[in-house]
């Protein structure tokens, strides 16, 4: 297929430029260019966010300013980014519990040092009756003790100070273990923000250095915790002597040791080491020369930062001006990272001053739509579909939050399925083309809609190429072969759509059968047949038969002479996908569709093969009744020439293609190729009414092969099934309460037990709680048959990266 409208859409004409499918509106008197740089304003837009204005309302100039500058944080998947404020953490609530938790070990601890201490001092009064005269290390007797200089320290007195210092030391372990200590560290120190942090952890290292080294705090007037002098009396027992005590260094040195381990936990604790990094950080920032100022996005400061101050003035002059709406403004940003990955600042800098707003326009000439039915953010690339509901299972993040798609999510593929009259179309479907269609103007994307039968998806002027088939006022038609020269590639496109759904024909032997004589016809005729003539052929006409293998003689081709030979030997045969062909194929063989896949003028035939190499809004009206096999064989027959299409070579724009009415589309083959998407930067979105409309066999394949999962309200409890399958299970916290009743055995608490059964009614019981971790799914098939309210919808989302967004509920008129 070589016309002017195949050469328009791929690039190769010498002006090429999409036909739109309505001539663009010229207005009455052009406004005039500004002088710094022609530029043509388009059509005022509204912010993302705001009420819809009337078509000829004024616009403020700061609307556009406003929405560059507006933040749009990093968030989770689905979550509509322009003006999102996240959450604040609560700060964690201390339950009476845990502080008793905390202060019931202390207290006895507390009780327990006070008896210890007691204890100790009364036996302190004969301290050498643990020890005998014959003690080798003693070395003299209560009677005539051993004469030495400077002061006399008791075998037993160091021993005592090293129990006593074990004793607290077990004591402090005990408390430790016991008591709610994390849960009080967590709220009351690692909750708290730097510097708040940092300054508790220091005051409490010093009333622990207070405790330890009480003499250090003159204003202190407790007695020393046992840490420092157990250490020294085990330095005596062990060394038997005095000079290493004696020595000014080895006591210094104890000293610092002990501090360094008191105050080491709580440096830990206050993250006083990556405080310091911190502070230090910002103190160079702060000191570094001409640090640069945070500028708002509507100055361009990419381009400043780049040097290019000329063309930022520029740009920033049309958005105060309101010669720029944010299709323009996505169009350059996007021109702008492209420019930068390739290094051809100079040419865009040209174009700039050289068009203005107007530069890097859509072929077709469009910079936006004439209406628009949803909020987008065309800088982060999403398209508002409702509100995450404030339900108990939904994440802090998501509650009461924007609903939004992006081609991050989109590039997983999206299965929605809801019964008619759910709002699929008008809530999922349409919001999500309209998206595709104003990214398409700003260079970033390429669309192809398939719309369900009578049902069109947006409005006509909204797309580049309508084909309606069917329809003899269709200005495009549908190549079925996606303009292919390889007789294999065009015969496995067809394959696919024509039998791809049948189990009793294998995909390979109908290949096969098409490919040998889609070879010969090629070698004759330069050219695919119509589809009327592969009707003819798949049949075993023998007068079509006939003249083309005269024509193969003729032409001396004698590889292709012996497919056509092969295929004629396998007519009729057991086996043979020619009849399953040439059935299918009948039903596009019809007088409704003479005029269409080539069959009157091959020049205006679309190709699917020009959305790989531009930003095309493309949509594609099947026969409205009558038709509805055939309405799926066209429908098959689009999904497997996009599937082929964007396998091949490389693409920077994101393409999507989306199905209204997937009914009968998903095959094998299709499953494994959408599998394969993801990492091709496309995507697709599949809308049905009921998971029965894919084979049984392919329900597990689907749910698996594609990213973001859909159910809408009213879906029957066996199609919840699916989902809840696909969604699985996690953990919850669940609490079991019993009644047991309380049985008195004295007779006085039987009587009081009686008295209060008569007053209130109810016998005297006593509850037990448990508390247990148990497994469940996420969503049942009953909740998601009975629980989901009208107008809402259960999503779940995958971006691209690999980052999840579990199952939860969208309010979809929020």
């Given at each position: 297929m070589d016309g002017d409208a195949n050469r328009d859409t791929r690039g190769t004409h010498a002006d090429p430029v999409p036909r739109p499918a309505r001539p663009p509106e010229v207005p009455a008197k052009p406004p005039e260019p500004p002088a710094a740089a022609p530029a043509v304003p388009p059509r005022p837009m509204r912010a993302p966010g705001a009420p819809p204005v009337p078509e000829q309302a004024a616009r403020s100039s700061s609307a556009v300013a406003t929405w560059l500058d507006t933040a749009r944080p990093a968030a989770r998947p689905g979550i509509w980014r322009f003006g999102y404020r996240p959450p604040e953490e609560t700060p964690e609530r201390i339950a009476p519990v845990t502080v008793v938790?905390?202060?019931v070990p202390l207290a006895l601890a507390m009780l327990t040092w006070s008896l210890w201490q007691q204890g100790v001092t009364k036996f302190q009064l004969a301290p050498l009756r643990l020890f005998t005269p014959d003690d080798w290390w003693w070395a003299g007797t209560v009677a005539s003790p051993r004469t030495v200089e400077g002061p006399v320290v008791s075998p037993g007195s160091e021993a005592l100070v090293?129990?006593?210092?074990?004793?607290?030391?077990?004591?402090?372990?005990?408390?430790?273990?016991?008591?709610?200590?994390?849960?009080i560290t967590r709220h009351y120190v690692i909750g708290r923000p730097q510097p708040a942090r940092a300054l508790i952890s220091a005051l409490l290292a010093l009333a622990v250095l207070s405790l330890v080294f009480p003499d250090a705090f003159?204003?202190?007037?407790?007695?020393?915790v046992p840490v420092v002098d157990p250490l020294l009396s085990l330095t005596v027992l062990i060394s038997d002597g005095y000079d290493l005590m004696a020595s000014r260094l080895y006591t210094d040195t104890l000293y610092a040791v002990v501090t360094l381990l008191v105050v080491w936990p709580f440096a830990r604790l206050g993250g006083w080491l990556p405080y310091a990094r911190t502070l230090f950080a910002a103190g160079r920032a702060a000191t570094a020369p001409d640090a640069p100022a945070a500028r708002p996005r509507s100055q361009w400061p990419a381009l400043r930062d780049l040097g290019q101050y000329e063309i930022a003035d520029l740009l920033t002059g049309e958005v105060t001006r309101g010669g720029m709406n944010d299709v323009d403004c996505a169009r350059v940003e996007n021109v702008l990272s492209a420019a930068r990955r390739g290094?051809?600042?100079?040419?865009?800098?040209?174009?700039?001053?050289?068009?203005?707003?107007?530069?890097?326009?859509?072929?077709?000439?469009?910079?936006?739509?004439r209406r628009r039915t949803a909020h987008h953010d065309l800088l982060a690339g999403q398209v508002r579909i409702g509100r995450w509901t404030a339900a108990h299972r939904t994440p802090p993040p998501y509650q009461d939050a924007g609903a939004a798609l992006g081609p991050e999510v989109l590039g997983t593929s999206l299965l929605a399925v809801g019964p008619s009259g759910s709002g699929k179309t008008r809530t999922l479907v349409e919001p999500v083309t309209e998206a595709l269609v104003l990214q398409a103007l700003a260079g970033s994307c390429t669309v192809v809609a398939v719309s369900a039968p009578g049902s069109p998806v947006c409005e006509d002027d909204s797309f580049d190429v309508i084909v309606r088939i069917g329809d003899p006022s269709s200005v495009h038609d549908l190549d079925p072969y996606a303009e292919s020269d390889d007789p294999d590639d065009a015969a496995a496109i067809l394959a696919e759509a024509l039998v791809g759904d049948l189990d009793t024909v294998g995909a390979q032997g109908a290949v096969t059968a098409l490919a040998q004589l889609l070879g010969p016809f090629r070698a004759v005729h330069g050219r695919f047949p119509s589809l009327p003539e592969l009707h003819a052929l798949l049949?075993?006409?023998?007068?079509?038969?006939?003249r083309l293998g005269e024509a193969l003689a003729a032409s001396g081709n004698d590889v292709m002479r012996r497919e056509l030979d092969t295929r004629v030997r396998n007519t009729g045969a057991p086996g043979d996908a020619g009849r399953a062909l040439a059935d299918r194929l009948a039903l596009l063989n019809r007088p409704a569709f003479a005029d269409f896949f080539g069959g009157r003028d091959r020049a205006r035939a679309f190709s699917m093969r020009a959305i790989a190499h531009h930003p095309l809004r493309v949509r594609i009206d099947v026969p409205e009744r009558g038709h509805d096999e055939a309405s799926r064989l066209i429908t098959r027959l689009v999904l497997a020439q996009f599937h082929a299409v964007v396998g091949q070579g490389r693409r920077e724009h994101f393409a999507c293609l989306v199905l209204d009415d997937a009914t009968g589309t998903v095959t094998p083959e299709s499953v494994r190729r959408i599998q394969r998407l993801r990492s091709r930067n496309a995507g697709v979105l599949l809308a049905l009414?009921?998971?029965?409309?894919?084979?049984?066999?392919?329900?597990?394949?689907?749910?698996?092969?594609?990213?973001?999962?859909?159910?809408?309200c009213g879906v029957s409890t066996w199609d919840g099934s699916r989902f809840a399958q696909a969604w699985g299970t996690e953990w919850v916290e669940t609490t079991e309460v019993a009644k047991h009743t309380v049985f008195a055995d004295q007779p006085m608490t039987r009587f009081i037990h009686s008295v209060r059964k008569l007053v209130t009614g109810k016998a005297v019981?006593?509850?037990?709680?448990?508390?247990?971790?148990?497994?469940?799914?996420?969503?049942?098939?009953?909740?998601?048959?009975h629980a989901v309210p009208a107008g809402h919808a259960v999503l779940s989302l995958t971006s691209v990266e690999g980052e999840h967004a579990p199952p939860l509920l969208v309010d979809l008129r929020g």
């Open positions: 938790g905390m202060l090293i129990y006593e210092g074990l004793a607290f030391a077990a004591l402090v372990l005990l408390v430790a273990v016991l008591g709610s200590w994390p849960a003159p204003l202190v007037g407790w007695s020393a290094g051809s600042l100079e040419a865009f800098r040209d174009t700039v001053l050289r068009q203005g707003a107007a530069a890097w326009t859509h072929p077709s000439g469009a910079r936006d739509l049949e075993g006409e023998e007068t079509a038969l006939t009414r009921a998971v029965g409309d894919v084979p049984e066999a392919l329900h597990g394949p689907l749910f698996g092969a594609v990213g973001c999962h859909m159910a809408f019981t006593t509850d037990a709680v448990t508390v247990k971790q148990v497994e469940r799914e996420r969503w049942s098939a009953s909740e998601l048959a």
